[in-house]
Nanobody, 126 residues
Framework: QVQLVESGGGLVQAGGSLRLSCAAS????????MAWFRQAPGKEREFVAA????????AYANSVKGRFTISRDKAKNTVFLQMNSLKPEDTAVYYC???????????????????WGQGTQVTVSS
């Protein structure tokens, strides 16, 4: 069993930066692919970024490519999402997720992920 706890959300002006953290518990965390998703009011949850268990592979949604960076610290069982050049349309609840299945490609759909955090609110003002 893996438990995920996000932190680092808040209110920021457009153009600003935030760094989200996702702390994981569970001894098998280091073998799981991890991802960030987000959900804005009235919209479906959407993929933001993912990272392989080895941190050798990453994937990003087109809307955040070049602005967001996903990384992980295996020793600290933590995944990060560095968000730069934030826009009002980035406003959403951000969720951390873990995929326990070994795959060739990083999944970008919610149904591929087995464990989810409770979410952290990110609000970008214009």
């Amino acid at each position: 069993q893996v438990q995920l706890v996000e932190s680092g959300g808040g209110l920021v002006q457009a153009g600003g930066s935030l760094r989200l953290s996702c702390a994981a518990s569970g001894r098998t965390f280091s073998t799981y692919a991890m991802a960030w998703f987000r959900q804005a009011p009235g919209k479906e949850r959407e993929f933001v970024a993912a990272i392989s268990w080895s941190a050798g592979n990453t994937a990003y949604a087109n809307s955040v490519k070049g602005r967001f960076t996903i990384s992980r610290d295996k020793a600290k069982n933590t995944v990060f999402l560095q968000m730069n050049s934030l826009k009002p349309e980035d406003t959403a609840v951000y969720y951390c997720a873990a995929d326990r299945t070994v795959r060739t490609l990083l999944p970008v759909t919610t149904r591929a992920y087995d464990y989810w955090g409770q979410g952290t609110q990110v609000t970008v003002s214009s």
